[in-house]
């Protein structure tokens, strides 16, 4: 496939790097290691520098990650979450994997985008094995208009039923388009939630119009 030169990618996104892309001069070691066995980072939920991407690099540890940025002429290929989901075969017997199938009918039908983020994520995308019997399973929905604290609640109890059938663990984002926030803590009684954006966390009431309570 050929370079793709954008600024318009979001959080969770997994980006591949162009061939020709330079290295990282402020990088630890590993790195280049890692870009090595796959050239991908991930989009981080940060301030843009001029046109450049925040990104994060993973390495062969959860100790070992490493923020940066991207210019977007250094982008060879974008692989969105939500195209993800398609890519998922039936083979894999990993308790995230097993999730992931199990959850996909409810989270169809809430009529919004989502897919897997993470370690399963970047798996999917890169070809790399990186999920574990231990691995979580992450997931973004893309809701950019409202939901209902109930229909959340329902959506919620329904995700974790599934998770501890499987044996894990499952956290969902929900990505409002401007920022981020926790479906389970949404799902929840109280009237605030944290709300992420680029410019840092916020605690609102109301994460679709995002005013901070005092």
């Known amino acids: 496939m050929g370079r793709i030169v954008t600024t318009n990618v979001r959080p969770h996104d997994l980006l ?10 402020d990088a630890p070691a590993w790195v280049t290691d890692a870009l090595a066995r796959a050239p991908w980072v991930v ?21 070992e990650r490493f923020g940066t940025w991207l210019h977007p002429r250094d982008v060879g290929r974008v ?7 398609a890519a998922v075969s039936g083979e894999s017997t990993l308790p995230a994997f097993a999730l992931l199938r199990a959850v996909a009918p409810l ?3 809430t009529g919004c985008q989502w897919g897997p983020t993470g370690s399963m ?13 231990a691995s979580d399973l992450d997931l973004v929905m893309r809701a950019p208009e409202p939901l209902a604290r109930e229909h959340a609640a329902a959506l919620f109890d329904a995700l974790s039923n599934a998770a501890r059938d499987a044996a894990t663990r499952i956290d969902v984002q929900i ?24 410019a ?6 109301d994460p679709w119009r995002a005013e901070p309570l005092a």
Request: charged share 20%; with cysteine.
């Open 43 to 63: 989009v981080r939920r940060a301030p843009r520098l001029a046109d450049a991407i925040p990104i994060g690099v993973r390495g062969a540890t959860r100790s």
């Open 107 to 109: 989270l169809d039908a």
């Open 79 to 85: 692989v969105a979450p939500e195209d993800l989901c």
């Open 16 to 25: 591949r790097l162009a061939p020709d892309a330079p290295a990282f001069a």
């Open 175 to 198: 990505d409002t388009g401007d920022a981020a926030f926790s479906l389970g803590e949404f799902a929840r009684s109280t009237a605030r939630v944290m709300l992420k954006s680029a």
């Open 200 to 205: 840092g966390p916020n605690l609102v009431a």
């Open 121 to 133: 994520g970047f798996e999917l995308a890169s070809g790399i094995t990186t999920v574990t019997p």
